[in-house]
Structure formats: C-alpha cells, structure tokens
C-alpha cells in the first residue's frame, strides 16, 4: 500500500486543500480532506486532479501533425493525407507508432485512452494472419505506455454516402472492412477484456455502415460502450437526408443505437430535434475541441447538449494536439466565442466531463475519480511553472497544459514521474516511429 498527501486534490465535490488518501490494490482509500500529512506518506505539491480520460482516439493520426497546413483545403482533402498514412502500416509499424503515441498521451495526463480503430486489415484489403493483429498492436502499445485502453472496434463497409446510397471501398479503405457485419462481429467476438483493456464497439459512422447492419451491431456491442461518428461535417448531414430522409440522429435513433452506452462523436451540427434525441436518450456527446478547430468543422452545441442531458467527455481524436488541458478549456472556450458569454461551463464541470465523464463513456464507470473504492488513478499538475504560477487550484485547467503534468499514477503503478514517461522521451519513440514509417 502507498499513502499520499496531496497540497490540493479535486474530489467529485469539488477542490480540496490538504487531501490524504491511500493506494491498495490500484484502488483508492481512506480519502480525506482537510488534514495535515502524516509521516510517511509522500507528499505531492500543487494540484492533483483524477486520472483523464482521452475520449476519442485515431493514433495513427499523429504522424500528420504539423504537415497537412499548406494549400487550404477542407476535412475532405486531409482525409486524402490520412489515407495515405494508413495506406503504409503495418502491425509493428503501427505498435511503435502507438506505444509512442500512448506515452506522449500519458505524459499529458491521459490515463485511459479511447482508440477507434479501423485499421484492420493488410495494404491488400485481406485479413492478416491473426485477424487481429492490428488491435493486438494497440493492445500492446497500451500496455507498455501503461495507460488504459478501451478498444472501440470499428465496423466500416462502405466508401461514403450519396444521394443515391453508399459507395464502394476505394482501395485505401478496403483495410477498414471486414466485408460485411457478420465478418466483423466474429472478429471482435475473439477480443477480450484485460485488467486494463476493455472492448468495445464503434459504428464507424452513417457514410461508411448501412443502417441495414445496425441491428446486428446493437447486438455484438450488448451493455460495452459503443461509439459513433456524428454529424462533424454538414456534407454528412446532408448526404443522410437525400437518401434516408433524415438526420444522421434521427437514423441511429430509429435503429435503437442511442442511450448511455452510447457515445456520439462531434456532434457538431445538430437540428433542435436532434439535440432533445440525444439528450433524452443520454447519449454521451464526445467533443473534439482541438480537432474540430483544426479541421474547420464547426463549434457542435456543448452547453444546449449537456442542458438537452447528454453527459459530455472531451477526445483529442487526430492529434493536432495531445493536451487534456487544451480540449477542456477548448470546449469553454469555443462556447465563449459562439456566445459571448463567458462561464458557459464551471471550472468543476470541466474537470469532470474530462474525468469522470469520460470514463463513463468509454466503460470504466468505477474510475475517473478520487474517491473510496475507485480506481487508482491521478495526475499532479505543477502549481509552480511559468504557465501555473498564480492559478487559483480549483481553476489551474485554465492556466496548465500538458508540460505541467509532474506526476501520472494509473492503477496505483507510477507511468510518470518529474514530468518524465517510464518509457523515455515520448518525442526519442515518436522520431524512431515516423523514421520507421518514411523509409521507402
Ligand atoms: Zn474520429
């Protein structure tokens, strides 16, 4: 057992100064606020905040950063550079790349990580030896970084939508389907959970699954998190209605695809009807904040979702920027800008739609908290940087990023320690990975 005393920690009621709590068995204990330390135990200065959840994951998706800003463009002409970075993995590339990914990750503060993933299958469209050998790549990246996993296993089958109905695979997605759902359901049936790996499912969105294949995805994911792309992009949206004559909500509504398991991912451009769908269903709305600036998505209805009642979790999905600090203020901030009001969400809903919120939607309901009996996992941010020097404690998400984490702890084991990950630099992996990748 190790005991702790933190300077300030933020408890599920809010920020405490002078919190003890001890770790047995990677769970937390005798959490108490207002005392003084005790010998012993190790003390940790500035803020410590609950483990934060990385709601939505392509790793992959990081070798693109820094390199897709020149000749404008739009989401559909990046999508175009993403493919073909994926059009080159293969499952060693692909672990190097995610073991070193999933360090940076942890580095920031992300304890556990939601990885949809799509990326099956070998550059000819054919299922490698072991069908799994990608997500068993992941799998193992997770590990090594020491970060939770929960594998969104994707189903995709289609190339996109029209008015007339979906597509064919281009070739670079023939890696991304399994064929058809049956295919896909056998496939993920041979995953299963670990002590830090859960399995889930994914919808990859309404472009690449016919609502023919839904029900047989309600099915495979049974009570595990299911995760879908929603309505990021007007085209989207307008695709759906030309041929189902509805919204991309009201299409996994009527499918019975929406409720607390479920997650939808951006959700940025919503009817009123769909705001009150998923609210109502209590469907998580997972925001992307850093993304969908990025890719000039749009700002999705943050505080009309979570008023609607969808609980609200934050991802960093493509990787423009691995920083929780970032996408929680993010989704403040973009409110501030589409609203022109400021405290659209309180410092404490943020910490906790990053935390707590987020490991609801991606199947840890027993973590993401400081609390007796919750999985033992936190981050300590510096109070004493240049960026953090001054920060009231209960408002530090404001004024941290993700150089400020000192200390990361996921189920009581240390991942990193003086801002450092147990694996070495994050950025030693990443060079080693990307060089990997490029070598013709
Ligand atoms: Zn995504």
Known sequence: MNSYWAAYAWLPDGCHAGVSFDVADGRFAEVRSGVESRAGQEVLPGVTLPGLANGHSHAFHRGLRGRTHSGGGSFWTWREQMYA????????????????????????????????????????????????AMSNALIQAATEAGVRLTLLDACYLTGGLAATGHLP????QTRFSDGDVDH??????????????RIGAAVHSVRAVPAEAFSRIDEAAGKRPLHVHLSEQPAENAATQAFYGCTPTELLDDHGLLGRRTTAVHATHL?????????S??????????TERDLADGIGPARRL???GSPLALGSDQHAVIDPFEEL??????????????GRFTPAELIMIASEAGYQSLGWPEGGRIADGALADF???????????????DQIGFAATAADVDQVVVAGQVIVRNGQHQLGSPAGLLRAALDQLEKP
């Open 85 to 132: 970075l994926a059009a080159r993995l293969d499952p060693d590339s692909y672990a190097a790349l995610a073991r070193a990914v999933f360090a940076e990750m942890a580095q920031a503060g992300y304890t556990v990580v939601g990885e949809f993933h799509y990326l099956h299958h070998d550059q000819r469209g054919r299922p490698y030896a072991d069908p799994n």
């Open 281 to 290: 269903t209590q469907t998580t709305a997972c925001f992307c904040p850093t």
């Open 329 to 342: 203020r993010g989704l403040e901030l973009h409110e501030r800008l589409a609203t022109g009001e400021r």
């Open 169 to 172: 695979l281009d070739p670079v």
């Open 184 to 197: 896909w359901q056998v496939r993920i049936g041979l995953l299963s959970d670990l002590d830090q790996l």
């Open 379 to 393: 981050v300590v941010v510096r109070s004493d940087s240049v960026r953090t020097t001054g920060a009231r404690p």
């Open 306 to 308: 979570a008023n609607a």
């Open 271 to 279: 009817t009123d009807t769909d705001i009150k769908t998923l609210g």
